[in-house]
């Protein structure tokens, strides 16, 4: 187990060491949360603006005036304890991640709050996608880190976030990693200060960069 702030710790010993690793962000990665979270926002009476790629400024009340911050932490646990288990896949996220699974050893590291754990993992084995699961707390490149000092076969890590994939990036260099981004919204909000290796806004892009390198 390594000693790492996630839920539960990640056990390694769970892996394949004949094979290499890809870690897959869930939210917006695997399960369509943009789409959720702007209908619930919708049926709360609040809107989404899309003026940056953040979930802080974009959120409005009915007078389209930002929600300050303080509150937003509120409004995303309503929204999992409300949405957790009935969100969207990403289109194409099943098929290829069952496919990718015959190369690689795939473990799910999202950044949904703990209390919603199990939530996602009954999700997840819902859509027959009964991966390892953790969740995570803050910037994921210290948890690839550990994970890349033990694991020493080739590491892969897909997020939506070009945060998420700047924190590996740094902490790890050896990681290769992939910015998917298959909400069109989203994707015209991207800043490119590139530190991803990969940009792909489709699964099957996703698929075909994997297999291809390994």
């Not at 974009?58 to 999992?80: A, P, V």
């Not at 754990?117 to 009964?130: E, F, M």
């Amino acid at each position: 187990m390594l000693p790492l702030n996630t839920h539960p710790n990640i056990d390694i010993s769970l892996l394949n060491n004949n094979k290499p690793l890809l870690v897959c962000d869930a939210d917006e990665v695997i399960f369509d949360f943009m789409t959720s979270f702007e209908s619930y926002l919708n049926d709360q009476n609040l809107f989404f603006s899309w003026k940056s790629y953040a979930l802080e400024g974009n959120i409005l009340d009915k007078n389209k005036k930002e929600i300050h911050k303080d509150f937003i932490k509120e409004i995303i646990n309503d929204f999992f304890k409300a949405n957790t288990g009935t969100m969207n896949l990403m289109n194409g996220a099943k098929k290829s991640l069952k496919k990718l699974s015959n190369t690689y050893n795939i473990i799910v590291l999202s950044n949904i709050p703990f209390d919603f754990y199990d939530d996602r993992l009954k999700a997840l084995k819902k859509n027959n996608l009964d991966f390892s699961f953790y969740a995570n707390k803050g910037p994921k490149g210290k948890v690839l880190k550990e994970i890349a000092q033990e694991f020493k076969n080739n590491i892969w890590f897909i997020d939506d976030s070009p945060l998420q994939i700047k924190s590996v990036q740094l902490a790890e260099k050896k990681i290769k990693t992939i910015l998917y981004v298959g909400n069109s919204k989203l994707e015209k909000l991207i800043q490119y200060n590139k530190y991803w290796d990969y940009f792909s806004n489709k699964w099957k892009k996703n698929e075909e960069i994997l297999l291809k390198m390994e």
